[in-house]
């Protein structure tokens, strides 16, 4: 979540980090200084990261990913999930590893989920 993206918010070299492009991607307000989407900007970041970090295959020690990042909204009526981002690369059938990064965002919370198959 910290790592530095393209995108800056009022000006350059000021780049937002991860982080802060998925909370301005679920808020829906701001546009890079470059004229992109944060979460176009986000999903291609994201997607080179994987994809550099985590190179899957069927002769690769890692099968495949299944990356998610969830907006979980409070509310009076309950808890509401609305799936923002969801990258998925080769066959995940077996083993895997996952981890999960929860974040506050407006009125609820970002949940990121990661799940790597071996």
């Known amino acids: 979540m910290e790592v530095t993206s393209s995108c800056a918010f009022g000006y350059e070299p000021a ?7 998925l ?4 808020e829906g307000s701001s546009i890079c200084t470059s004229g992109k989407n944060p979460c176009e900007v986000l999903n291609e970041s994201l997607s080179g990261i994987l994809d550099s ?3 899957v295959g069927s002769d690769r020690p ?7 990042i969830t907006y979980q909204e409070n509310s009076s009526s309950g ?3 609305t799936q923002m981002l969801e990258l998925v690369k080769g066959q995940c059938k077996g083993d895997f590893k996952s981890a999960e990064y929860l974040s506050p965002s407006g009125n609820g919370n970002l ?8």
């Open 53 to 55: 970090a985590y190179p």
């Open 23 to 26: 909370r301005r991607c679920n």
């Open 15 to 21: 780049y937002a980090s991860i982080g802060d492009l």
């Open 79 to 81: 808890v509401g999930e």
């Open 62 to 68: 890692e099968k495949g990913y299944d990356f998610k």
């Open 111 to 118: 949940l990121s989920s990661f799940k790597l198959c071996l």
